[in-house]
């Protein structure tokens, strides 16, 4: 009787530590996964800033780089996940996960020199698990750019947009060569996959938070939000969770991927390159 019940609590232990186990795996390795759209409850707010915080030294600056939101009602699951690009690079990511909340909050130091164009896009998310309800879930774009320059000629200053002829000046200066090197590698990778631009609708990555409250370009209607959270679960699987990824290829100093939304209406292509020079094609049909 002895061994019996030695038995059955070293099951019931082991049984213990496997349901833990789990837990940890699945909390540990959290994604981003669509599901349909609740109607009755939405974000309070929500937002992705870049703000010039001062001067370190003579040499360097400060960036800070924030995201965050906020639910109007605590969610099963909550997360925050951010890209941050400097002069069209990606440069980092941050991510955060809260069980049973509302809010999410990241802030990060970025340390930079010399004239720099910043830009930063972010996807709010949360999970609703109501009982024997099927799982529903809320969702949000933001973004945000900052200018910051930083020469010699000059005095250093920051700006989201131009409110000067100088600062305007430099604006277009900082675009034109950025656009230059971006524009060149999205030729390769459209020559490489063979894609007819003309037949597409491209918009930039960083620019994916200007459809926060329009229509994606050539989708069908009403279905812009369904394609928008299917698209971030597809970019946070194959794109986003390759940076920490160490034993495959990551995007890190890649340049903004560009996204392609078919004009006939039936799918979108993201186009990227890492940072070993293989390229990459997503497709996500509608």
């Known amino acids: 009787m002895k061994k019996v019940w030695i038995y059955w609590v070293l099951g019931l232990l082991v049984l213990a530590a496997t349901i833990a186990v789990f837990t940890q795996s699945y909390t540990e390795e959290a994604v981003i996964k669509y599901f349909p759209l609740d109607e009755t409850t939405a974000f309070k707010s929500f937002g992705t800033s870049l703000e010039f915080s001062g001067q370190e030294d ?3 600056y400060e960036v800070v780089w924030e995201v ?7 969610m099963y699951l909550r997360q925050d996940v951010s890209l941050l690009y400097v002069n069209g690079r990606l440069k980092g990511v941050v991510s955060k996960w809260e069980e049973n909340a509302s ?20 996807f709010h998310h949360g999970e609703l698990h109501l009982g024997e309800e099927a799982i529903r879930s809320i969702q949000a774009t933001s973004g945000d750019e900052l200018y910051v320059i930083d020469s010699p000629h000059t005095k ?17 200066r900082l675009d034109h060569t950025i656009n230059q090197q971006i524009r060149a590698q ?31 370009p050539g989708v069908p209607k009403g279905q812009s939000e369904r394609i928008k959270g299917q698209l971030w679960e ?12 160490t034993n495959s290829s ?37």
């Open 58 to 60: 003579e040499d360097e």
């Open 68 to 74: 965050s939101s906020e639910s109007e009602k605590p």
């Open 103 to 122: 809010i999410i909050k990241k802030k990060t130091s970025i340390h930079g020199e010399d004239s720099q164009k910043y830009q930063a896009v972010s």
């Open 156 to 172: 250093r200053t920051s700006f989201t947009s131009p409110e000067t002829p100088e600062e305007e000046e430099w604006k277009q």
């Open 186 to 216: 999205w030729d390769e990778l459209l020559a490489h996959f063979q894609v007819k631009e003309s037949d597409y609708t491209a918009v930039p990555l960083t620019r994916l938070a200007d459809f926060e409250d329009k229509e994606l």
């Open 234 to 245: 597809g970019l946070y699987k194959n794109y986003i969770l390759g940076i920490h990824d």
């Open 250 to 286: 990551h995007p890190i100093q890649s340049y903004i991927p560009l996204l392609l939304f078919d004009k006939k209406g039936k799918h979108v292509m993201v186009l990227y390159e890492d940072d070993t020079g293989k390229k990459h094609q997503l497709l996500q049909y509608y």
